[in-house]
Protein backbone atom coordinates (compact mmCIF):
# COMPACT_ATOMS: atom_id res chain seq x y z
CA UNK A 1 0.00 0.00 0.00
CA UNK A 2 1.36 3.55 -0.86
CA UNK A 3 2.69 5.18 2.15
CA UNK A 4 1.15 9.05 1.25
CA UNK A 5 2.46 12.10 3.44
CA UNK A 6 0.56 15.32 3.46
CA UNK A 7 1.48 18.27 5.30
CA UNK A 8 -0.88 20.91 5.57
CA UNK A 9 0.47 24.77 5.40
CA UNK A 10 -3.31 26.31 4.53
CA UNK A 11 -5.16 27.88 6.84
CA UNK A 12 -8.49 26.23 5.50
CA UNK A 13 -6.83 22.89 4.07
CA UNK A 14 -8.47 20.52 5.75
CA UNK A 15 -10.42 19.84 2.81
CA UNK A 16 -7.77 19.54 0.44
CA UNK A 17 -6.08 17.34 2.25
CA UNK A 18 -9.14 14.71 2.47
CA UNK A 19 -9.27 15.38 -1.30
CA UNK A 20 -5.51 14.50 -2.27
CA UNK A 21 -5.56 11.84 -0.46
CA UNK A 22 -8.47 9.64 -1.80
CA UNK A 23 -7.54 10.77 -5.11
CA UNK A 24 -3.84 9.99 -4.55
CA UNK A 25 -5.00 6.32 -3.37
CA UNK A 26 -7.41 6.14 -6.28
CA UNK A 27 -4.72 7.20 -8.77
CA UNK A 28 -1.60 5.14 -7.50
CA UNK A 29 -3.88 2.10 -7.67
CA UNK A 30 -5.01 3.41 -11.34
CA UNK A 31 -1.12 3.72 -12.70
CA UNK A 32 -0.12 -0.11 -10.94
CA UNK A 33 2.10 2.15 -8.88
CA UNK A 34 0.79 0.20 -5.17
CA UNK A 35 4.13 0.17 -3.04
CA UNK A 36 5.30 4.22 -3.43
CA UNK A 37 6.32 6.65 -0.92
CA UNK A 38 4.76 9.95 -2.21
CA UNK A 39 4.49 13.69 -0.18
CA UNK A 40 2.24 16.09 -0.85
CA UNK A 41 2.27 19.79 0.42
CA UNK A 42 -0.57 21.75 0.25
CA UNK A 43 -0.05 25.43 0.51
CA UNK A 44 -0.84 29.34 -0.28
CA UNK A 45 0.07 30.93 -2.78
CA UNK A 46 2.68 32.93 -0.73
CA UNK A 47 4.12 29.34 0.51
CA UNK A 48 4.23 28.02 -3.48
CA UNK A 49 6.00 31.10 -5.00
CA UNK A 50 8.86 30.79 -2.18
CA UNK A 51 9.70 27.35 -3.56
CA UNK A 52 9.09 27.96 -7.03
CA UNK A 53 11.75 31.19 -6.65
CA UNK A 54 13.97 28.93 -4.14
CA UNK A 55 14.31 25.87 -6.99
CA UNK A 56 13.04 27.59 -10.43
CA UNK A 57 13.93 31.16 -9.71
CA UNK A 58 10.63 32.01 -10.81
CA UNK A 59 9.10 35.20 -8.14
CA UNK A 60 5.47 34.31 -8.61
CA UNK A 61 3.10 31.83 -7.16
CA UNK A 62 1.92 28.70 -9.45
CA UNK A 63 -0.54 25.38 -9.40
CA UNK A 64 1.78 22.69 -8.49
CA UNK A 65 5.39 22.03 -8.12
CA UNK A 66 6.77 18.32 -8.60
CA UNK A 67 10.17 16.90 -7.49
CA UNK A 68 11.10 13.49 -8.60
CA UNK A 69 12.65 11.49 -6.24
CA UNK A 70 14.28 9.58 -9.17
CA UNK A 71 14.38 6.15 -7.89
CA UNK A 72 12.91 2.69 -9.36
CA UNK A 73 13.75 0.61 -6.60
CA UNK A 74 13.54 0.65 -2.66
CA UNK A 75 16.51 2.29 -1.09
CA UNK A 76 15.90 -0.82 1.69
CA UNK A 77 14.73 -3.53 0.84
CA UNK A 78 10.77 -4.04 2.41
CA UNK A 79 10.39 -0.20 2.09
CA UNK A 80 8.29 1.60 -0.34
CA UNK A 81 9.91 3.40 -3.71
CA UNK A 82 10.29 6.82 -3.00
CA UNK A 83 7.77 8.43 -5.64
CA UNK A 84 9.02 12.34 -4.78
CA UNK A 85 7.25 15.40 -3.71
CA UNK A 86 4.45 17.61 -5.16
CA UNK A 87 3.64 21.06 -4.17
CA UNK A 88 -0.01 22.22 -4.15
CA UNK A 89 -1.25 25.74 -3.66
CA UNK A 90 -4.81 25.73 -2.62
CA UNK A 91 -5.10 29.23 -3.25
CA UNK A 92 -4.30 28.72 -6.67
CA UNK A 93 -6.61 25.77 -7.17
CA UNK A 94 -9.63 27.74 -5.84
CA UNK A 95 -9.29 30.78 -7.81
CA UNK A 96 -8.72 28.80 -11.30
CA UNK A 97 -12.04 26.43 -10.15
CA UNK A 98 -14.04 29.32 -9.45
CA UNK A 99 -12.06 31.46 -12.69
CA UNK A 100 -12.95 28.07 -15.13
CA UNK A 101 -16.52 26.81 -13.43
CA UNK A 102 -14.98 23.56 -12.48
CA UNK A 103 -15.44 22.15 -9.00
CA UNK A 104 -12.20 22.58 -6.35
CA UNK A 105 -12.25 18.88 -6.12
CA UNK A 106 -11.39 18.56 -9.91
CA UNK A 107 -9.15 21.43 -9.99
CA UNK A 108 -7.10 19.99 -6.86
CA UNK A 109 -7.42 16.17 -9.14
CA UNK A 110 -6.40 17.58 -12.28
CA UNK A 111 -2.94 18.84 -10.08
CA UNK A 112 -2.85 16.08 -8.66
CA UNK A 113 -2.67 14.08 -11.55
CA UNK A 114 -0.87 16.13 -13.55
CA UNK A 115 2.04 16.24 -11.10
CA UNK A 116 2.24 12.44 -10.50
CA UNK A 117 2.50 12.04 -14.15
CA UNK A 118 5.86 14.02 -13.93
CA UNK A 119 7.08 12.55 -10.99
CA UNK A 120 6.38 9.21 -13.22
CA UNK A 121 8.82 10.58 -15.80
CA UNK A 122 5.68 11.83 -18.17
CA UNK A 123 6.93 15.18 -19.98
CA UNK A 124 4.81 17.24 -22.46
CA UNK A 125 7.60 19.44 -23.18
CA UNK A 126 9.59 16.66 -24.68
CA UNK A 127 7.50 16.41 -28.03
CA UNK A 128 3.63 16.79 -29.36
CA UNK A 129 3.84 12.73 -29.24
CA UNK A 130 4.60 12.96 -25.81
CA UNK A 131 2.23 16.17 -24.66
CA UNK A 132 -0.81 13.94 -26.45
CA UNK A 133 0.20 10.74 -24.36
CA UNK A 134 0.44 12.43 -21.19
CA UNK A 135 -2.87 14.24 -21.56
CA UNK A 136 -4.69 11.02 -22.54
CA UNK A 137 -3.10 9.21 -19.13
CA UNK A 138 -4.28 12.61 -17.21
CA UNK A 139 -8.07 12.59 -18.79
CA UNK A 140 -8.00 8.38 -17.90
CA UNK A 141 -7.01 9.08 -14.15
CA UNK A 142 -9.46 11.72 -14.21
CA UNK A 143 -12.40 9.89 -15.54
CA UNK A 144 -12.76 12.40 -18.28
CA UNK A 145 -11.31 11.03 -21.70
CA UNK A 146 -13.45 13.60 -23.51
CA UNK A 147 -10.55 16.40 -22.13
CA UNK A 148 -8.63 15.57 -24.95
CA UNK A 149 -11.45 17.15 -27.09
CA UNK A 150 -11.30 20.25 -25.98
CA UNK A 151 -9.60 21.73 -29.05
CA UNK A 152 -12.99 21.50 -30.53
CA UNK A 153 -15.06 23.46 -27.98
CA UNK A 154 -16.34 19.61 -26.32
CA UNK A 155 -15.91 18.55 -22.77
CA UNK A 156 -13.98 20.46 -19.69
CA UNK A 157 -12.21 23.50 -20.61
CA UNK A 158 -8.79 22.81 -21.49
CA UNK A 159 -6.36 23.14 -18.65
CA UNK A 160 -4.14 25.56 -17.89
CA UNK A 161 -1.38 23.05 -17.61
CA UNK A 162 -2.37 21.93 -21.22
CA UNK A 163 -2.80 25.42 -22.57
CA UNK A 164 0.96 26.63 -21.02
CA UNK A 165 3.01 23.29 -20.49
CA UNK A 166 5.19 22.87 -18.31
CA UNK A 167 8.74 24.33 -17.80
CA UNK A 168 11.84 22.86 -16.06
CA UNK A 169 13.38 24.10 -12.90
CA UNK A 170 16.93 23.86 -10.99
CA UNK A 171 16.80 20.70 -8.84
CA UNK A 172 14.21 18.95 -11.16
CA UNK A 173 11.25 20.95 -9.82
CA UNK A 174 8.22 21.47 -12.35
CA UNK A 175 5.08 23.77 -12.70
CA UNK A 176 2.30 22.77 -14.54
CA UNK A 177 1.03 26.36 -15.40
CA UNK A 178 2.47 29.56 -16.44
CA UNK A 179 2.09 30.64 -12.50
CA UNK A 180 0.72 34.72 -12.06
Avoid: C, W
Avoid at 62 to 84: H, K, M, Q, R, Y
Avoid at 130 to 144: N, S
Wanted: no cysteine; glycine share 12%; net charge positive.
Amino acid sequence: MADIQIKNEHPEGAYGVRILRARAREFLEKLGKGDVELSILLTTDPGIQELNRRFRRKNRPTDVLSFPAGNEEPLLPGFPIPLGDLAISLDTARRRASEDGRSLAFELSRYLAHGLLHLLGYDHEVSEREARRMARKEAELLGVPGMLADAQGVGPKPSRASRTGVEKGSKGSRETGRGR
